[in-house]
Nanobody, 122 residues
């Protein structure tokens, strides 16, 4: 069992940056691949970024490429999402998720956090 708690969301101006964190509790965090997803108001949930258990492999949605960076610190049981050059279309609830498959990907997530709200507005 893995519990995930996101933090770091908030209000940011267009062009600004935020770093989201996802703290995991439970056993063997280092064995799980992790992912970030988001859901904007009135829209379906979409993938953002994923990282393998080791951190060596990452995967990004087209909307995140070049602006977002996913990373992890297995010693701290935490995964991060650095978001730069934010725009209004990035406004959403951001969720982290864990997969026991271990490889970077957007499918097969076993555990989900409750999300953190990111609002991009002037």
């Amino acid at each position: 069992q893995v519990q995930l708690v996101e933090s770091g969301g908030g209000l940011v101006q267009p062009g600004g940056s935020l770093r989201l964190s996802c703290a995991a509790s439970g056993r063997a965090f280092g064995m799980y691949a992790m992912g970030w997803f988001r859901q904007a108001p009135g829209k379906e949930r979409e993938s953002v970024a994923a990282i393998s258990w080791s951190g060596r492999d990452t995967l990004y949605a087209d909307s995140a490429k070049g602006r977002f960076t996913i990373s992890r610190d297995n010693a701290k049981n935490t995964v991060y999402l650095q978001m730069n050059n934010l725009n209004s279309e990035d406004t959403a609830i951001y969720y982290c998720a864990a997969s026991n498959r271990g490889i970077a990907g957007f499918d097969g997530m076993n555990y989900w956090g409750k999300g953190t709200l990111v609002t991009v507005s002037s």
